[in-house]
């Protein structure tokens, strides 16, 4: 199956400052990444999908200034967590499909738990 | 958007046993998938399944679209099944995802 990684795996920040998550599609082009955020005990919730090339769409309810998504090649989308604070202390977790098409298999990366101090 | 029901919310087994895990949809979906997230929350792809009956090794998962749900079979379960279990459906292109099962297989 495709390969989706991301970096860091794990990051605690103090709370103002911004954190930046990496995204990448390992073995296969995705014009499309989405990005989840799972809080402990419950399951994903879509935040955004990553359009390559185009802006971002935000699910109801994201800051998109408080969440900045860039998706500047087919194999690299980063999300920005902009002045943190502690209640943004979550599970990170992007995805992408292996070939276009809304309706395909899609593969998730690793997850990034982030820790707001 | 849609609504995925996941059942039962937790599930524990003794090693060797057999379970079913099952899916809702309130409506019709274009693809359906099973995951199984394991302790570090990684989500290991198990089946793509949008309809119809697959198999791989112990699992198996059975789609019945027609009727919105979807099982899936864990047989002869190890103590290394244990994790949770999601089901997610896409519909309008995003993927859904329920609460998920959680289950732990004892030795």
């Known amino acids: 199956g495709a390969v989706v990684s991301q970096h860091p795996s794990r990051v605690i920040c103090k709370s103002g400052t911004s954190v930046k998550i990496e995204c990448r599609s390992l073995?296969?082009?995705?014009?499309?990444m989405f990005w989840y955020r799972q809080f402990p005990k419950q399951s994903l919730m879509l935040m955004a999908t990553?359009?390559?090339?185009?802006?971002?769409?935000?699910e109801q309810g994201v800051e998109k200034d408080k969440f900045l998504i860039n998706h500047a090649s087919l194999t690299l989308s980063t999300l920005t967590v902009t002045s943190a604070h502690p209640e943004d202390s979550s599970f990170y977790i992007c995805?992408?499909?292996?070939?276009?098409?809304?309706?395909?298999?899609?593969?998730f990366g690793p997850g990034t738990r982030l820790t707001v101090l | 958007g849609i609504q995925v029901e996941q059942s039962p919310p937790d599930l524990i087994l003794q090693e060797g046993a057999n379970s079913t895990l099952r899916c809702n949809f309130s409506?019709?979906?274009?693809?359906l998938q099973w995951f199984h997230q394991n302790p570090w929350g990684q989500l290991i792809n198990l089946f793509y399944?949008?309809?119809g009956t697959k198999q791989n090794g112990r699992l198996s998962a059975t789609t019945v679209a027609t009727e919105r749900y979807s099982l899936l079979y864990i047989s002869s379960s190890q103590t290394t099944d244990s994790g949770v279990y999601f089901c997610a459906g896409t519909s309008w292109g995003k993927l859904q995802f329920g609460a998920g099962t959680q289950v732990v297989v004892t030795p």
């Open positions: 399944i949008p309809s």
């Open positions: 409506d019709s979906v274009n693809n």
């Open positions: 073995d296969f082009q995705a014009t499309t």
């Open positions: 995805s992408a499909r292996d070939r276009p098409g809304s309706y395909n298999e899609q593969f």
């Open positions: 990553s359009n390559e090339g185009s802006k971002a769409t935000y």
